[in-house]
């Protein structure tokens, strides 16, 4: 099962499923070595522990809906995680629920229509998402650990397409998404290290990506950085303040875009 990145023309083709496997396992990797009670700035409140079980319960998740290929909504996430009993389990329980993954992606087609609470009604979704949620608490656990990640930039790209595209469906688990409301307002988040940019505006209705050329379209507010940064700014894991990123226009809009934003 391959897919690849549909929200930014000319990008290379990412294979999600390898790529939730590769992601893995560092992360089971970094797990093997490390205190398990370590604490996770990225995740407050959670521990290194808390970071593998969620991130192995996505996974497993994720299976049991592509595996049924469901066309509505769950009534329930309650699904067999097969737990292990003891914190030093959890490296080995975090490779077998990628081994659930990727039995799930060799099953079926990534093309098949089945529901997503994102915008792209198809299998490919959850391998996407799979990506960004195993990439991103791999970085999590990295910093915890005191290291510095290292982010792919196509990965990086594709997950920031992917957050943008995805955030105004995202009301039913993160409500404030709702207040991302404006008269017109634009936001643009511009890669440094490539071409890449996105526009968001911000309407009394809501809002979403806007199509136009790069530079083409005003925007009141622009943050820019290289991809991997503006990865971990839309996830809330860097500040707009950060050294790695140059702001212009209305610090208040993107102050208001960072407080409604986080998903």
Not at 119 to 139: G, K, N
Not at 196 to 219: I, K, N, T
């Amino acid at each position: 099962m391959q897919t690849s990145d549909h929200s930014v023309p000319g990008a290379a083709p990412i294979d999600h499923p390898a790529a939730v496997a590769a992601e893995t396992a560092v992360f089971v990797a970094l797990l093997k070595d490390a205190d398990l009670d370590t604490p996770v700035p990225g995740c407050p409140g959670w521990t290194l522990t808390d970071l593998a079980r969620h991130t192995g319960s996505v996974q497993r998740w994720f299976s049991v809906l592509l595996n049924g290929r469901i066309q509505e909504p769950p009534l329930t996430r309650d699904v067999e995680l097969a737990l292990p009993e003891r914190a030093d389990g959890y490296a080995d329980w975090l490779a077998a629920s990628a081994a659930v993954a990727a039995e799930a992606f060799a099953a079926g087609d990534p093309a098949a229509p089945m529901w997503a609470w994102g915008a792209d009604q198809h299998a490919r979704f959850w391998a996407r998402r799979m990506h960004m949620e195993t990439l991103l608490h791999r970085v999590d656990a990295e910093v915890a650990l005191g290291l510095t990640p290292r982010i792919d930039r196509a990965a990086a790209v594709d997950g920031v397409a992917e957050f943008l595209t995805n955030l105004p469906f995202a009301t039913r688990f993160a409500p404030k998404v709702a207040e991302l409301r404006g008269t017109g307002e634009a936001i643009r988040f511009r890669c440094t290290d490539g071409d890449e940019e996105w526009l968001v505006g911000l309407r009394p209705d809501g809002f979403g990506l806007e199509s136009a050329e790069p530079g083409q379209v005003a925007a009141q507010a622009e943050v820019a950085g290289a991809a991997a940064d503006l990865l971990l700014l839309v996830y809330g894991r860097l500040d707009r303040q950060a050294e790695a990123f140059s702001c212009e226009g209305d610090d208040a809009l993107l102050a208001h875009w960072v407080t409604n934003s986080e998903f």
